[in-house]
Structures are given as C-alpha cells and as structure tokens.
C-alpha cells in the first residue's frame, strides 16, 4: 500500500479503537486536513515527491465545485454572524466548527482524487471494521439484559469543543424514550445515524470480491441497521443498494417496454397501490410518533423563521428548542431546512448545487459502467441522512465515503483517457 492508502486503511480498521476512548470526532478533522495537506504538496511538487506521493491527476471539476460551495458556506457563516451581531468569538467558534464539518465535505473527495488511494482497499478496511463489530456484538446485545451501564464514560477530549457531550461518550446502549427499550448506536453519537453507517458499510461490502469478507461485511451492516431500529436506514438500504443496480437497464429496449406496460396497468391498480402506500405511510410515521412530531415541528418553525428573519443569510447558529420540540435546537435534524435556518438561502444554494451536479454525475455512470454503483448509493445514502441529520457534523464518520467519491471521480478521469487513447490509436488518417 502507498502511504495515503496505509493512512486511510489503519484509522478506518481501528474505528472501535478510537470510539473506545472517545476520539472519534478529533480523528476525522485531522485526517482531513492531513489527507488535503499531503493532496496539495503533491499537486505543488509533483515529480519531486516521492513516487506513492505523487498526484494521480489534476483536481476533478467536481471537487473544485465542492470547494466553491463550502468556500460560500463559510462566507455565509459570517454573513450572518455580522447581521445578528453575535460576536468575534462566536464568529472564530461557528468557522472552527466549519472547518472540522462542512470543509470536509471537499477535502476528503479532494484526497481521494489526488492522492493515491484504491478503492479496494478502503473496501476491504470497511470488511475488517466489520469483522471487529461481529466480534463485539454480543457484549453489546446482552449489555441491557446484564444489567451494564448504558453509558461508559466521557472522553477528557470534549474540551476540545464539539457538537455536544455524545460525540465524546462511549456507550453499550440508549433507552428509547418512546418505549423504554434498548437502542445501539455502535461508534456513532446515536442510534439513527449508526444505521446509515450500516447501510454504507453494506455498500462496501458488495464491493468485495472475496465472498467471506462480503458476508462479514453485510452482516454487520445488516445488524448496524436493525439494532439502530432507525426506519430511515431500512429505506436507504433498500434505494442505496437496489437504485445503483438498476440504472442499467434505462439502456435496455425491453425495460423501457416492461415500464410501458407496468405505466399502463396502473390505471386499474392506481387506487389499490394509493391505498397500500398510504398504509405503509401511516405505519411508519406511527411506529415512531413521537419522533415524527418533533422533526416535523422542528422544520415547520425553521421554515417560519427563516422565512420572517432572516431570508439570505440566516441566523449563523441553531437557536434553543422549547419543550413542545423537546428542547431540540431549531435548525437541527434537517440538513436542508437547517442551513435555511442557519445560513440562508445562500448556504443552502452552497450545498444543493455542488450535491445536485454531484448525484447526477453518479446517476449517469451507474447506467453506463459497474464503477457508477458504489458512488451512486453513497449519495443516495446522503440525500436520504439529510432528510433526517445535519450532515455537516457528520461527515467525520462518513469520511470513507467521501474519499470514495473522490477516488470515483479520478476512475472515470482515467477512463475517459483510456477511451481517448483507444479512439485516437484506432483512427484512420485520410489518404
């Protein structure tokens, strides 16, 4: 392995060790801005590099867009802390918190861009993390029947300042408060986003090409996403994993001709197919009400303010919760409606744009080429986590991913040089 690769494959085979003693949420920052660092020098020196240092490309059109985006979000950030008057200390807080979240949404697609980094290998690091959860599950599962803590403790290392207390505390299990039962949220803060991880680590898993390490690597997804109880992970690994594998057959005659058919048959079966959709609708509102109230008045009440308030450039931070949302900042469990809230309009157009071009890129390739399938599915994966997360405190965990993403806009770079190449060898000069 080249050294980025060793960097990468050692801090996401040792996930467990770091939640272990709370440094999950430091980690992710710095190998950020280590892997973006390395990503430059090599772009600066080039051939003076070492060779496993050297660039393998230019920077992507995609990245620099990413860049550009989180470049705006950040001019937004003080934007609104100018207009609300919030502070310079508030101000330096709110950008260290930028570059330890949205910044890593173009650093790490920059690193897996640049640097030399396999896809192959943050798969089989994504199995061997799997093969540590196994392993660890049955602690975890018979903790709450044992009688052990649900938590264990919090890391010292809070002081360096984050989100909150749970991005440092180590955990067996959370109580629902809806039902009083158990809930696990593996390394992830809580029990919902640890779902997503399970559905990104199955992802990766069907990328491997070893079949024991494939079953490793989706069984301990699969687990992740059951154990979480959380609905949305069940929905995206549905859409992730099925959505990618589909795309090819937008090229078949007969798929076009199946969906004709199908199109028309709805006509009789349109009402019964409402009625079955509004059921499954209900039920899975119903099977957690208590969660659904909360998120839909947190949005209702960022959408008024954002609105009334501040339209362009938002409030700059999330504002406190009263009880009828349990005391939930306005502003969080959305991404979208969130940066509205937090960052305006203009943050918001900061990270659709960017995210939009983005999918549609993975969209294309999926149809054309297995590569497009991997890329396709995170971003499904995130379009989903941002119906119900704010990704931007998230991205530390899902660091894999974006240097995936990266890694994908560098193979479609070469492959669209290789087929230059063959069409520029095959061509035939004019006598």
């Known amino acids: 392995m080249t050294l980025p690769e060793r960097i990468t494959y050692k801090t996401l085979v040792w996930t467990w060790g770091f939640y272990a003693v709370g440094s999950l949420y430091v980690v992710g920052p710095v190998l950020a801005w280590v892997l973006a660092g390395l990503a430059g020098m090599a ?31 950040l001019i937004a950030l003080w934007a609104g802390h100018i207009n609300w008057d919030l502070g310079l200390k508030g101000t330096i807080k709110s950008s260290i918190g930028w570059a330890k979240g949205w910044a890593l949404l173009a650093l790490f697609p920059l690193a897996g861009a640049v640097l030399q980094i396999r896809r192959e290998v943050l798969v089989r690091a994504h199995c061997k993390l799997a093969l540590v959860t196994l392993i660890l599950l049955p602690i975890m599962a018979i903790a709450p029947s044992i009688g052990l803590p649900q938590q264990i403790f919090t890391s010292p290392l809070k002081a360096v300042g984050g989100p909150g207390p749970e991005y440092f505390t180590v955990y067996f299990y959370t109580l629902d408060p809806s039902s009083w039962t158990p809930r696990w949220q593996f390394y992830a803060p809580w029990s919902p986003f640890a779902g997503l991880l399970g559905v990104i680590m199955v992802l990766f898993a069907l990328e491997e090409k070893h079949r024991g390490w494939l079953w490793v690597g989706c069984l301990a997804g699969i687990a992740m996403i059951l154990m979480s109880k959380s609905r949305l992970s069940l929905v995206a690994l549905v859409v992730a994993s099925v959505g990618p594998r589909m795309m090819p057959l937008l090229l078949k005659t007969w798929a076009w001709m199946v969906g004709a058919a199908l199109a028309a048959s709805l006509a009789v079966l349109w009402t019964t197919l409402m009625d079955g959709v509004s059921a499954f609708w209900y039920a899975f509102r119903a099977s957690r009400a208590d969660s659904t109230r909360v998120r839909e008045t947190l949005q209702r009440i960022a959408h008024e303010r954002w609105e009334a308030d501040a339209f362009w450039f938002g409030h700059g931070k999330v504002a406190p919760g009263a009880h009828i949302v349990e005391y939930m900042p306005i502003g969080s469990h959305h991404t979208w409606w969130g940066l509205l809230f937090v960052k305006g309009l203009v943050g918001f157009l900061a990270m659709a744009v960017p995210f939009v071009v983005h999918f549609c890129l993975t969209l294309k390739d999926a149809t054309v080429h297995p590569q497009g399938r991997l890329p396709m599915g995170i971003m499904c994966v995130f379009g989903l986590l941002s119906m119900g997360e704010n990704i931007e405190i998230e991205a530390y965990l899902m660091w894999p991913a974006l240097v995936l993403l990266g890694i994908h806009l560098r193979e479609m770079a070469e492959r669209k040089t290789e087929e230059s190449e063959q069409s520029a060898d095959g061509a035939v000069l004019p006598v």
Do not use: K
């Not at 490309?57 to 470049?71: E, K, T, Y």
């Open 43 to 73: 772009l600066f020196l080039g051939p003076a590099m070492r060779e496993d240092l050297r660039p393998t490309g230019s920077i992507p059109g995609m990245v620099w867009l990413w860049a550009a985006g989180m470049g705006v979000m």
